[in-house]
């Protein structure tokens, strides 16, 4: 979009989202103003209960920009565990933290997996999307959980 520096944008058209359902999961230390570790944003959409018929998914804070994922093959699934899974452990692979957090990279990439299953899971209606906040001890771990 360009404009003249004399000029405002007056208002915004946004697509229509009739029958999509989104969810966006940030991950952090704290609860108030904190910078994400990772930002999980998921939208399927279907015909009532059916099957999916389009997906977006979308990670930010792994990278140096948002990383669009190819959500494409769970276009004809019910969100099934295999699907989700797989999804999830594809967006992982693609996944590149950059070091600007007290996190290790390899904990802040082995978390990404669990928190896009988490996601597809709170568009499939079993999961609540309330993530818990990351004690410190975390930031040393290697696992993808901590308890």
Sequence with gaps: MKRKPEELVTRVILPDRTGWESTYLKLRRRGSIDFPVLG???????????PVTDARLVLGAVASR????????????????EAIESLAAHAAKL??????????????????????AGALRVLRGDATGELPLLPRRCAEAAAATCA
Excluded: C, Y
Excluded at 40 to 50: K, N, P, S, T
Excluded at 95 to 116: G, I, Y
């Design 40 to 50: 999980v944003a998921a939208a399927i959409q279907r015909d009532g209960d059916g």
């Design 95 to 116: 996944a590149k933290p950059m070091d600007n957090s007290d996190f290790t990279l390899h904990w802040r990439k082995s978390v990404v997996a669990v928190q896009v």
């Design 66 to 81: 948002p990383i669009n994922i190819d959500a494409s093959p769970l276009v004809g699934t019910k969100l099934e565990d």
